[in-house]
């Protein structure tokens, strides 16, 4: 009498690129991040340290609804506070097509935009998302920061002083990254660890994420 097969579980693992195909590498099993390593024109890192430079709060929420693939993402509103600032409609345009890149990737057709500024680490602890994806890309200030498996022990996570002090990964302003959380089928319990970088007195950064929603 045969065995039975035991399925083995995909290394987990993470990728980066120079182009935006490099995001299509979430979609493979075992990996948990996929980063496009993307340098932002300048005209879009320039009206993002114009926003931060207002000083004024920030934190802009909006369900994107996507009925068809041909879809123009609805941002109106978006950083309406930075709506006379040079160059805010390439940033709304980046934005948009971050959002409907996104979309067409997963197949999404509700997608949850998030827009911040920030002046100290929203999530300063390691953890990982109970979501199925998310993405992330900061256009100004410092990245978020995450951890390759196995530097830190899942079953650790809220315990601050579990929590390294080296092997720690930062992504760079300006790059795009693509989380897998808890809740992507087949990722279950590896979603990736990261967590907000720590903010000096006179530290901001402004930060996207997009939420698959449906």
Known sequence: MLAPVIPLRP??????GETPLALSDILEDGVNLALWQRQLPLHIAEFGALLVALNEPLADSMVIELNSEDAVPNLQGLASSGRDLEGYEGFVADVSWLVSAFACL?????????LRL??????????????PVRLITTYAGI??????EGVMDRRKLSQPDAEPSERIEQLHCGEVALLKGTKWHGNEGHGLIHRSPALKADERRLILTLDWLA
């Open 143 to 148: 990245g978020s920061q995450w951890l390759r």
């Open 106 to 114: 997963l197949g999404a057709k509700r997608i949850g935009v998030r």
């Open 11 to 16: 290394v987990i693992r993470q990728t980066r």
């Open 118 to 131: 920030l002046d100290k680490a929203m999530c300063p602890r390691f953890h990982v998302d109970h979501v």
